[in-house]
């Protein structure tokens, strides 16, 4: 009789799973009314592995058995994760390269029920002044630090991509700062409540050490372009510029109109035009409709100040 059901049941199985390959609906819950109160969910056979087993019913059913079976099946990513993270979170995550540093468990729980978001040129992730709610680990795309001020045009202060993370006063406890946080090149970013980050750094020192050290690296990074915004020529900056955004963005060709560059270093529309005219005679960049394209990477760098390897390397040294 035992037998009998146990075939029966094999084959019902076996016809669901071949039904719902890839289901979490594998897992199939049946009760089966047999003469005895017990009885060995592995004894059912063939076709079954792992977690078969079977649960004594109360004395008062001694009759009926539930027996849980849990067959071979390509398991579909859980609720849970697919609740957390955005189908292209893996790669998103490990495209910050601050984050790809950290221990995936230190990771984990940094990124609990974080999306990965995109950002537009010119969308202010933060505004000066105002308290900043989320830091954002950029994983594409270029964020922009921009001074405000009173009686001149905006000026960029730095920029920030996928090498770093946008809320650094957060980090050292500070609620907000006189910068705006812009988007430059459009992109996408991890956003973490600035209580989760928090929460992270007071509870574990490796997170803690290196996100001290990337806002010590910020530190350089601002200064240094203090001293290139007073020593060093228009070209020279733009070509720093562009080279520092081509890291960022891992490409060689990326969205930026020139009104944009003008306004971010500081500069008049037609200043940029012109420059841009000699770095694409000189065959080291292209641009059309909107996008620039970095021809000669190592011919621009000839031309880019000092600045841009000072900064490179200071960056390199805090996932290093
Ligand atoms: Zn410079």
């Known amino acids: 009789m035992i037998s009998r059901i146990a075939v029966k049941l094999v084959e019902q199985l076996k016809a669901r799973q071949a039904g719902q390959r890839g289901s979490p609906g594998a897992c199939l819950r049946m009760t089966v009314t047999a003469s005895v109160g017990f009885m060995k969910a592995w004894s059912l056979g063939v076709g079954l592995r792992r977690r078969e087993r079977s649960v004594r019913a109360p004395p008062a059913r001694r009759s009926e058995i539930l027996v849980l079976c849990t067959l ?65 680990f950029p994983v594409s795309g270029v964020v922009s ?86 020593s060093h020529s228009i070209e020279q900056r733009c ?32 200043t940029v035009t012109m420059i841009a005219g000699g770095l694409h005679k000189a065959g080291l960049i292209d641009y059309r409709r909107g996008r620039i394209r970095i021809v000669d990477g190592r011919g621009l760098e000839r031309v880019a100040c000092e600045c841009y390897d000072v900064v490179r390397r200071v960056m390199k040294t805090v996932t290093s």
């Open 239 to 270: 070509a720093r510029w562009l080279l520092m955004a081509r890291d960022r963005v891992g490409a060689n060709e990326f969205p930026l109109t020139q009104q944009f560059l003008a306004q971010m270093l500081g500069v008049r529309r037609a």
């Open 145 to 230: 630090l921009v001074i405000k001020m009173r009686d001149a045009k905006d000026v960029e202060a730095t920029t920030i991509g996928n090498e770093g993370v946008v809320g650094i006063p957060v980090i050292l406890g500070v609620g907000s700062t006189t910068m705006e946080a812009l988007g430059q090149i459009p992109g996408r970013a991890l956003k973490i409540a600035a209580r989760v980050i928090l929460e992270e750094i007071r509870r574990t020192a490796n997170v803690n050490r290196l996100l001290l050290r990337y806002a010590d690296a910020m530190m350089i990074q601002l200064a240094q372009h203090a001293a290139c915004n007073r």
């Open 72 to 136: 071979p099946y390509r398991r579909a990513p859980s609720k849970l994760k697919r609740s957390r993270y955005t189908p292209s979170m893996p790669d998103d995550v490990l495209g910050n390269r601050l984050l790809a540093v950290l221990a995936p468990e230190e990771r984990d729980r940094l990124l609990r029920g974080v999306k990965s978001e995109p950002f537009d040129a010119h969308q202010v992730l933060y505004t000066g002044g105002r308290e900043i709610s989320h830091v954002y």
